[in-house]
């Protein structure tokens, strides 16, 4: 069972928008911040948003993050079939003194 | 840029040690901390532990605490993962993944399968 919760699926038709939710507690997202990251079966996670809402070199603005107390949450909007992913969040804990993740959300494109 | 990589794929026998490494190239080694995650198949991303390789420092996750050893050697810039006791649990691909600041894993490496069979 992972510290942080998340959907198992969320699903939308092509050029639609999809938001993924990260719930955490106070000794996690409350007071750190999250990151997303997104994978393709086979391959290692990619990086995908940082510091609640900052986005690397290379991954496009459909991609957005934002943080709300204890909650985190990914957009992706223009949603494209090559989005469909494995999309985790994650945190440092501070009361674990641990990176913590999410269990995870599929994304399918319609 | 940045590249992490790996060895490569491991079988080991219930109750024996795995010992994987991940070669670091393309920044200032000890400038960022190595993280270990791995991945069981069909199921998330599970942290291990962490190495900061400027003052060789570890943290590891309460669940890997007596079995875990993460090292390094900086003169080859290149990172250790080593898993005692295994399991049929620890089956799983392990990655090895540089840190950003904020606990953030901006870069991973290629995966390394570690089979446990008798």
């Known amino acids: 069972q992972s510290v942080l919760t998340q959907p198992p699926s969320v699903s939308a038709a092509p050029g639609q928008k999809v938001t993924i939710s990260c719930s955490g507690s106070s000794s996690n997202i409350g007071k750190n911040y999250v990151c997303w990251y997104q994978q393709f079966p086979g391959t290692a996670p990619k990086f995908l948003i940082y510091?609640?809402?900052k986005r690397p070199s290379g991954i496009p603005d459909r991609f957005s993050g934002s943080k709300s107390g204890t909650s985190a949450t990914l957009d992706i909007t223009g949603l494209q079939t090559g989005d469909e992913a494995d999309y985790y969040c994650?945190?440092?804990?501070?009361?674990?003194?641990?990176?913590?993740f999410g269990g995870g959300t599929k994304v399918t494109v319609l | 840029q940045v590249q992490l990589v790996q060895s490569g794929a491991e079988v080991k026998k219930p109750g024996a040690s795995v010992k994987v490494s991940c070669k670091a190239s393309?920044?200032?080694?000890?400038?960022?901390?190595m993280h270990w995650v791995r991945q069981a198949p069909g199921q998330g991303l599970e942290w291990m532990g962490s190495i900061n390789p400027n003052r060789g420092d570890t943290n590891y996750a309460q669940k890997f605490q007596g079995r875990l050893s993460v090292t390094m050697d900086t003169s080859i810039t290149t990172v250790y993962m080593e898993l005692s006791r295994l399991t049929s649990d620890d089956m799983a691909v392990y990655y090895c993944?540089?840190?950003?600041?904020?606990?953030?894993?901006?870069?991973w490496g290629q995966g390394t399968l570690v089979t446990i069979s008798s």
């Open positions: 993944a540089r840190d950003l600041g904020s606990s953030s894993m901006g870069s």
């Open positions: 393309g920044y200032s080694f000890t400038g960022y901390y």
């Open positions: 510091d609640n809402v």
């Open positions: 994650g945190a440092w804990d501070s009361s674990l003194s641990a990176v913590i």
